[in-house]
């Protein structure tokens, strides 16, 4: 029987985590050689292994509740990390090795990069393994040098088998929880990581639009002869790769290649939010086929374990015209600390 204990003992002990209000109850085997690290406020549990040659990798352990069905979006961003094309639904359906975590059914997606990556110096491979336990998207993932992370592959999967969930309590179920009146002051409703509340006040110009589960809000600007640009809101656990691969995420959105490290100071500027400071940019990507150009605001703001991403897309026009006011929007959302 796995003891009752918040750490292993030896390194091929067994080991638990008392989740975190709402959450069960997890108990694992910690294989030889990982490292068992402090858990975060996203991660119920985090481990590390080192290779040879300086290779490291690291696996995590996130649950995002309320977050069923769309699976296929976190993926992506994991593929956007490691500068890889997103998948669609389909493909979401049909690519990925059938395993176990504990007793329950779970999909593997594995993705590697094209190019160093880790440390410039090797590719990144990712295995995530993801299931949907009681409202909420569990996330199994590692991540790290090509080489050692293939190697680990039969380690993780072990120990993804070791895993096992005990309920404490009755787990809320976040997707039935009241929405907020339809207003572009937007109260966000409280999820396990928010104590309070998320508050904004949107350009009355703004349009909303209906967020999909993976955006905090969703608005819509609009322009002469039919031009537009949207306004995303969203916010993820970490950093998702850090600046450099968030913005050669959206350059890759508007047909621009990717920078290296020493050209990222270039593109961005620094910006006071309300909960500290974020960084802006401001890119516009080639033209289109109706002769368009397409410009991308973005804002990424960090937060303790987590990163809210402002972003604004569209026809150039829109964007210059709106460019201020997105500005001030970032600037003034009252985002709540993790505790």
Avoid: C
């Amino acid at each position: 029987m796995p003891k009752e204990k918040a750490k292993a003992v030896a390194p091929t002990g067994e080991a638990s985590h008392e989740g975190h209000a709402g959450q069960p109850h997890l108990d694992w085997t910690l294989p030889t050689g990982w490292t068992e690290q402090p858990p975060s406020k996203m991660r119920v549990a985090s481990f590390a292994v080192a290779g040879k040659d300086g290779q490291t990798a690291d696996i995590s352990v996130i649950p995002l509740p309320g977050i069923v069905g769309k699976e296929v979006d976190v993926v992506n961003l994991w593929r956007e990390q490691v500068r890889l094309s997103p998948i669609d639904e389909e493909s979401a359906k049909r690519d990925f090795e059938q395993i176990e975590v504990g007793s329950v059914q779970a999909k593997l997606f594995e993705m590697v990069s094209r190019e160093p990556l880790n440390d410039e110096k090797h590719p990144t491979r990712i295995f995530v393994a993801t299931f949907v336990r009681d409202n909420t998207s569990w996330f199994f993932k590692m991540t790290g040098a090509d080489s050692l992370v293939s190697e680990q592959k039969p380690v993780f999967l072990q120990f993804l088998n070791s895993i096992s969930f005990h309920d404490h309590g009755t787990p809320k179920d976040l997707a039935s929880a009241p929405q907020p009146p339809n207003s572009n002051v937007k109260e966000v409703p409280r999820t396990a990581t928010e104590p309070t509340k998320t508050v904004w006040n949107a350009p009355p110009t703004w349009q909303e639009a209906p967020p999909t589960q993976m955006l905090k809000a969703k608005f819509l600007a609009t322009g002469d002869a039919g031009a537009k640009a949207e306004i995303t809101v969203s916010v993820f656990p970490g950093d998702v790769g850090g600046p450099l691969a968030n913005v050669n995420r959206w350059r890759n959105q508007i047909g621009l290649g990717p920078v290296e490290q020493s050209e990222l100071e270039k593109l961005v500027s620094p910006l006071d939010v309300t909960i500290g400071k974020a960084m802006l940019v401001d890119m516009t990507g080639n033209k289109s086929s109706g002769g368009k150009s397409t410009r991308l605001l973005g804002a990424i703001v960090p937060q303790t374990e987590r990163t809210w991403f402002y972003k604004m897309l569209g026809d150039e026009p829109v964007v210059a015209r709106e460019k201020e006011a997105f500005i001030k929007f970032v600037r003034t959302v009252k985002i709540p600390d993790v505790p």
